[in-house]
């Protein structure tokens, strides 16, 4: 097998040859060898002119080309030239020439690329061949019909002549494919056999193939790149313009409507087809379509920047006009750049919310900035500069303060839309720049126009600010009322404003049932993701209303749903950084609040690791409350202490995170034995939410936790009546809240009153899913027994108290602090102990239990069992509580104690 065969062309190459001995014989013949481009038509011709060479005949080759207008019997003079003829052009010349070889030796003429011959050549070799008879000549000529190009008289007189023999070039086998490829090796075989059905039964397109194929890397690859890019500029000027608007136009979205490509490539519907007809049979198209993308890519790639610009633009306006999605359209603009005309500001800022809706923060940036760029007003740039902000600020927040400081100074210009004004204003809330946040609103104003956007833009402001930034709300006074603006239900604000409403309720406990029951259907409905440009989703708010109305079970449900949704394969990577962090930091709150601090611990640092430490804003106030809470429940001091340690700014405290950030550290002073400090930032807590107007008891019991700084100061009647004023201002829709304050008040009481509101408070937190609080309660509940003497209840509460502070990771509730390096002598101890009143409030949980059994005259085994603890851990811990309180006996301790008894109980 040649070569040539085993490109498949052997019958053309065979019928070739018979041909050319015919002519040795006398017999002269005209032959046209056809077939789609790179199907190896200069090939055969150039393998018949060797064969021919080799039997001794006299081989005349040209070829013609297409660059420029060819100058006349440019052809002929390629094949006159070996002949060394001079005569003045003529029709005859040619004949007359090759009569002179032939009466010597066999004369083969081959001619490549007709249809790109000059007419005077053209005619030439007409008149060469009406007198072949009887010569000991072969004209063989290839040809091909080029879309869009009328062949002229002389062309279609030569090539449709009767005795013109005709030889099809058959397309290439897909084996033969393999084949080829072999030529390189079998591993170059084996990785063609996989793509051989992209070779089209082009030889050119195989070749290429084969050479990807045996170089490292994809196949196809860069060969089958310039193959594509051959075929194409050999189909013909038409074809291209049609491969060039194929290849923008297949594109997801895009409406499979012929009648665009023919408009886009600037062809009549029969052109279009006859050049679509031409690619498929190159092997660049199967029905209609590139056969794989790199065919796409390369000839987008070989558009020149110019072309492709304008060609870009023409189809965005093209799909535009037939209404294709914003998004396909958008995908020409990216590519072609700015386009100032009135459509296309509109229709990106329509894709870019499209992109958010699918977590796409870093295109819907790029569409936005292309916004900015192709408006034509101040208007239009700033509206499509605040949604770009609003965008950066999902995915960098401390990146993005000087986007919306720098939107300042057009919202007082009065460049900037009412309710884009206040999406600026509420973001700049959520960064603590309360003083730049309270002058946009003044200037937007909250009482616009009766346009609806604007009255609902303005209605969901108000509301922002009354539930999450109260002090701020305060600053701007009262407000004439709002008209109602129900009735496009279904809209991001509509939404927005309902859960928003219902936050409001539970901040004010006026929320019921069945208000709460609408959150959940909220959230059931929402898509988990980065899906509006509001500051703040309506999912993050409802999971707030939950969480604040002490339905931790309900909350913990959806909360852990929608992380599991930010961390599957189907959430996309590029979602807002914000986003994640929101629902990190209310997971936190969340996961601390159902007795998880370690989960709370990991999403809170989540958050703050998404959010960056390069600025304060409102979510991070609440990660850090969250974070030194949580490691203080798990008895983490020193790590909560470090969050304490740099200031939070004064504009938190106006925010609603600014109460859960002083709860938090009131709690660790309480920890830390610092129970004076604890009751300042609890009273303050207390102070900042009467003077909001919001009772939510929910969102921080503040009065439970001063009860509880009562008592450790040793003052259980103060603590008494804050217990007693938490569960007359609560409602049944707060379990959690009303458990913690039935906690202290059965500190206050008398022993054998004490287990009556205990029980009750277990029920509340089994009934809410405050495991952590429950542990304290069943704590508590068991010392409870044990003093009334009823050691096997004492023991089985203590048990599954034990059990779920373990669970809970809260070691401070079931095994004591860790022993000092070097334990002070008693002598010692007597040495520093601070005499005086104070002392005992200084002592830590787990000192008080000891303490209080040690006074009632159980021994130190006694207590270890009691409290499932070692001896000596019973001993180092009195240890310790005889420093503290400055005594050296148990009979000193009990005097010390007196005025506490009921606190350590």
Known sequence: MTPGQGHGHGPVEARLDELLAGAGR???????????????????LRRLAARAADAGAVVLTATAHRDGPPAPHATVGQLLAPLRRDDAPDDARLHTAVREAAARRTVLVTVDDLQHADEASVRDLRHLADRLAGERVALVVSWRRVPGEDEPEPLRALLYRPAAR??????????????????????????????????????????????????????PGPAYARAVLTCLYRTGPVATRVARALALL????????????????????????RALDALAEAGVLADGAFRHPAGRRAVLDGLPADEETALRRAAARLLHEE???????????????????????????????????????TGAARLLRLAVESCATDVARYTAKVELAMVRWMSDPAASVPLFLALRAPILAGKVPARHALDVALTMLWGLRFDEAVEVIE???????????????????????????????????????????????????????????????????????????????????????????????????????????????????????????????AFPDA??????????????????????????????????????????????????????????????????????????????FEALAGPLYLHARGRHHLAEDRAHAALADFLRCGRQLTTWGVEAPGLVPWRAAAAEAWLALGEPARARVLAEEQLVVLRDEFPRTRAMALRCLAATRAPGERPA?????????????????????????????????????????????????????????????????????????????????????RLTTSERRVAALAVQGFSNREIAEHLYVTVSTVEQHLTRVYRKTGVGSRAELSAALRPHRVAAA
Do not use: K
């Not at 290439?172 to 089209?200: C, I, M, Q, T, Y």
């Not at 495991?771 to 508590?780: F, I, P, Q, S, T």
């Open 443 to 569: 200037h937007a104003g909250l009482v616009p126009t009766d346009d609806p956007e604007e009255v609902l833009r303005a209605r969901v402001t108000r509301l922002m600010l009354e539930t999450m930034f109260p002090g701020v709300a305060a600053r701007l006074g009262g407000a004439p009322a709002l008209p109602a603006t129900r009735g496009r239900l279904g809209s991001e604000d509509e939404a927005l404003l309902g859960v928003l409403e219902i936050l409001s309720a539970v901040l004010r406990q006026s929320a019921d049932g069945h208000a709460l029951a609408r959150v959940e259907q909220e959230l059931r409905g929402n898509h988990t993701g980065p899906n509006t440009l509001a500051p703040i989703g309506s999912p993050v708010l409802g999971l707030l209303c939950l969480v604040y109305s002490d339905r931790l079970t309900a909350a913990a449900e959806w909360c852990d749903r929608a992380l599991a949704d930010t961390g599957s394969a």
């Open 250 to 273: 297949d594109a997801p979205g895009a409406p499979d409507d012929p009648r665009l490509l023919g408009r886009l490539a600037g062809v009549d519907a029969g052109l279009r087809e």
């Open 166 to 219: 005709w030889l099809l070039l058959p397309a290439l086998p897909p084996d033969a494919v393999v084949a080829l490829a072999r030529r390189h090796g079998a591993a170059a075989a084996r990785r063609v056999a996989e793509h051989r059905a992209l070779a089209g039964g082009s030889p050119l397109l195989a070749t290429a193939l084969a050479r990807d194929a045996a170089q490292p890397g994809t196949v």
């Open 323 to 361: 209404g294709a999605p914003a998004g396909t359209v958008a995908a020409q603009l990216l590519a072609a750049g700015p386009l100032r005309e009135e459509w296309v500001p509109p229709l990106l800022r329509e894709a870019a919310r499209g992109a958010l809706a699918g977590g796409e923060t």
């Open 26 to 44: 006398g017999a002269g013949a005209f032959a046209v060898v056809s077939g789609p481009t790179g199907h190896g038509r200069s090939t055969v």
């Open 757 to 841: 509101p205990l029980r009750a408070a277990v029920a509340l937190l089994e009934r809410c899913g405050a495991r952590y609080e429950l542990a304290r309660v069943l704590v508590d509940l068991g010392e409870a027994h044990h003093a009334l003497g009823d050691r096997h209840a004492a023991y089985s509460v203590r048990r599954r108290a034990r059990r779920i502070a373990r669970d809970c990771d809260a070691r401070g509730l079931y095994e004591p602090a860790p022993p000092p390096a070097a334990p002070p002598t008693e002598d010692a101890a007597d040495r520093r102990a601070p005499r005086g009143g104070d002392a005992p409030a």
């Open 575 to 652: 979602a807002g950084a914000l986003w994640r962090a929101f629902l990190d930091a209310v997971g936190a709150v969340v996961a601390l609040r159902t007795g998880r601090p370690r989960a709370a611990v990991e999403r809170a640092r989540g958050a703050l690791e998404r959010i960056g430490a390069r600025d304060w804003n409102s979510t991070r106030v609440l990660a850090l409350a969250t974070l030194a809470e949580a490691h203080t429940g798990m008895g983490e001091l020193a790590a909560a202490a470090e969050l304490f340690v740099d200031p939070v700014p004064d504009g938190a």
